[in-house]
Nanobody
Framework: QVQLAESGGGSVQAGGSLRLSCAVS??????????MGWFRQAPGKEREEVAG???????IYPNSVKGRFTISRDNAKNTVDLQMNSLKPEDTAMYYC?????????????????????WGQGTQVTVSS
């Protein structure tokens, strides 16, 4: 079993920055091979991926956040972070980190939420105009 806990959400004005962190615990002996993702879900909308990083450190983003968001991982600390810059009101959502221990979820983009078996509780990000 794997547990994930996000932190770092909050409220910010448009143009501001936030850094989200996700701590991964439990069966993390192979964490360096996990496919890790960040997703978000706004009220009334489907959950969407905003960043992914595979075991080799390759990153991928949708066009909506490319150039503004950066995903990173620390395999020694079993963490994955999401640096969000130039935030927009449309970035307002609950943000979740997710883990795919098999690593195969990162083979497809957009990878969607179904390939991720472990999720955090989420952290709210609110961007005001």
């Amino acid at each position: 079993q794997v547990q994930l806990a996000e932190s770092g959400g909050g409220s910010v004005q448009a143009g501001g920055s936030l850094r989200l962190s996700c701590a991964v615990s439990g069966d993390t002996s192979d964490y360096s091979s996990f496919c890790m993702g960040w997703f978000r879900q706004a009220p009334g909308k489907e959950r969407e991926e905003v960043a992914g990083i595979d075991g080799d450190g390759s990153r991928i983003y949708p066009n909506s956040v490319k150039g503004r968001f950066t995903i990173s991982r620390d395999n020694a600390k079993n963490t994955v972070d999401l640096q969000m810059n130039s935030l927009k009101p449309e970035d307002t959502a609950m943000y979740y980190c997710a883990a795919n221990p098999g690593g195969d979820a990162c083979d497809t983009w957009p990878f969607g939420p179904l390939g991720f078996g472990y999720w955090g509780q989420g952290t709210q990000v609110t961007v005001s105009s």
